[in-house]
């Protein structure tokens, strides 16, 4: 099994940043593509962002449009999400996750967390003054 393994949260002030790794055991070009998924206490499981690895084609949820930038390394199977100007609502648990399927459309169901079977542990982002 696919094991995908997150690393680079922590604890940020409000307007600061935090770049997130998801590390994959296999090659990510074997993957359609990666999402990040983030969930806060008492909250849903929520869809971030996800980026298409064939092509790059990214998607973004409208509460992180314009803070949030995610990006590929395939030479290093890491996928990245880069998050400026946190803000404290951004507080939660995130998660990377793969799909074994392909082929779907991920303007529509790339943030959609049924989509996705293998997923990591999740790292801790709080942010907080």
């Not at 790059?56 to 590929?72: E, Q």
């Amino acid at each position: 099994q696919v094991q995908l393994v997150e690393s680079g949260g922590g604890l940020v002030q409000p307007g600061g940043s935090l770049r997130l790794s998801c590390a994959a055991s296999e090659f990510t070009l074997d993957y359609y593509a990666i999402g990040w998924f983030r969930q806060a206490p008492g909250k849903e499981r929520e869809g971030v962002s996800c980026i298409k690895i064939s092509d790059g084609r990214t998607v973004y949820a409208d509460s992180v449009k314009g803070r949030f930038t995610i990006s590929r390394d395939n030479a290093k199977n890491t996928v990245y999400l880069q998050m400026n100007n946190l803000k404290p609502e951004d507080t939660a648990v995130y998660y990377c996750a793969a799909p074994r399927a392909s082929g779907f459309p991920i303007s529509l169901y790339g943030l959609g967390s049924l989509w996705y079977d293998d997923w990591g542990q999740g790292t801790q982002v709080t942010v907080s003054s």
